[in-house]
């Protein structure tokens, strides 16, 4: 062989070589999750890898925690300057911007399944108006991939209370905002509490229940050892967790990237409420043969009268906020298409 045609050869495996480690990205992504989260560990052993072998290492993706780079309601900010290239948070935590964020969020006592949720995210509506909330407050900077919610949290309750009635009077630790409203339209006490101090504040009564977390993520922390009714599946919470992304470097990828990324995002989130679904049915089926624990599961027509006081307090909530009152209407119209609410 010609040794001209050798060297050039060389050459042309060399450039190519240079331009395929070029096109190799690597996203820093903060999360709204700690590095001890079951969440955070399943996202980082079972997911980061399948995105770098469904794009052949073209595109990874650098985990962080919550608060590692920027502050937990910051990453907008930064993913649309550049110093992230994309979040796994709460939508909630952007509330203090517009109330439709927390509308998107978290619609308090609306859904009754998390994969209610995903159908509004995918198929209601609900990913369109994510990116139009994030088109207003980022200048058109940042790029909604997908949301979901991987949970529907349980209810923390040193008392029993199994019907709408049984709230009445009771001190309940809750966020401010939204789910306070509701809390209070159905004559509970809402108590503003940090996370660090719900578990010793329910041991020592200064709340009855607490809007907290997961059945799963209620037992890691011994809830269940100090508050023996806990209420599952939940009355209240299905927070929303989404996918954002910087537009631009999301520009730069080529179509098949762009579709493996909505592909990911939705085979993950589904993944992860899938694994914590198994965790929470074992831990129920543990605590209902358990004679000191009382697993309480309303009756649908409790939840449903639930909703109706709630839906009192959303339309309150939203007064006056046109996009908080724009988010809510596209919540409202997919549960009276899915039968969730009446006309």
């Not at 045609?5 to 495996?13: E, K, L, W």
């Not at 780079?69 to 910051?74: R, S, T, W």
């Not at 307090?313 to 724009?326: I, M, N, T």
Request: glycine share 6%; hydrophobic share 40%.
């Amino acid at each position: 062989m010609n040794p001209w045609s050798i060297t050039a050869a060389s050459t042309a495996v060399l450039a190519l070589s240079i331009g395929t480690a070029a096109a190799q990205d690597v996203w820093k992504v903060q999360t709204s999750m700690t590095a001890g989260e079951s969440y955070y560990q399943d996202i980082e052993q079972h997911w980061l890898p399948k995105l770098e072998a469904m794009t052949d290492g073209r595109l990874t993706i650098e985990l962080t925690p919550v608060g590692s780079v920027v502050p937990h309601n910051e990453t907008m900010d930064a993913i649309a300057i550049g110093v992230l290239q994309g979040d796994i948070t709460s939508t909630s935590y952007f509330a203090g911007r517009s109330k439709a964020f927390s509308v998107m969020g978290d619609l308090i006592a609306g859904y009754d399944r998390p994969e209610e949720i995903a159908l509004f995210c995918y198929h209601g509506g609900g990913r369109e108006m994510l990116q139009e909330l994030f088109d207003q407050y980022s200048n058109g900077a940042v790029k909604v991939i997908g949301c979901g919610t991987p949970a529907r949290e349980a209810f923390v309750a040193a008392v029993p209370i199994r019907s709408v009635a049984d709230l009445e009077g009771k001190k309940v630790r809750s966020p401010e905002g939204l789910a306070a409203e509701v809390f209070k339209r159905v004559g509970a006490a809402p108590v503003g509490l940090p996370a660090a101090e719900t578990y010793t504040s329910v041991d020592k009564g200064v709340v009855d229940a607490a809007d907290f977390s997961s059945y799963t993520m209620n037992d890691s922390l011994g809830f269940q050892q100090i508050a023996k009714y806990p209420i599952y599946p939940g009355i209240h919470s299905m927070p929303i967790i989404q996918f954002t992304v910087n537009q631009a470097a999301y520009d730069a990828l080529d179509e098949s990237l762009q579709v493996t990324l909505d592909v990911w995002y939705q085979a993950m989130i589904n993944d992860l409420r899938l694994r914590n679904d198994i965790s929470d049915q074992q831990l129920v089926a543990r605590d209902r043969a358990d004679p000191d624990i009382e697993v309480i599961d309303w009756p649908q027509e409790e939840r449903d009268k639930f909703r109706a006081i709630a839906r009192e307090a959303w339309a309150e909530y939203v007064a006056g906020d046109p996009l908080a009152e724009k988010a809510l209407e596209v919540n409202i119209d997919f549960m009276k298409r899915t039968g969730l609410l009446a006309e």
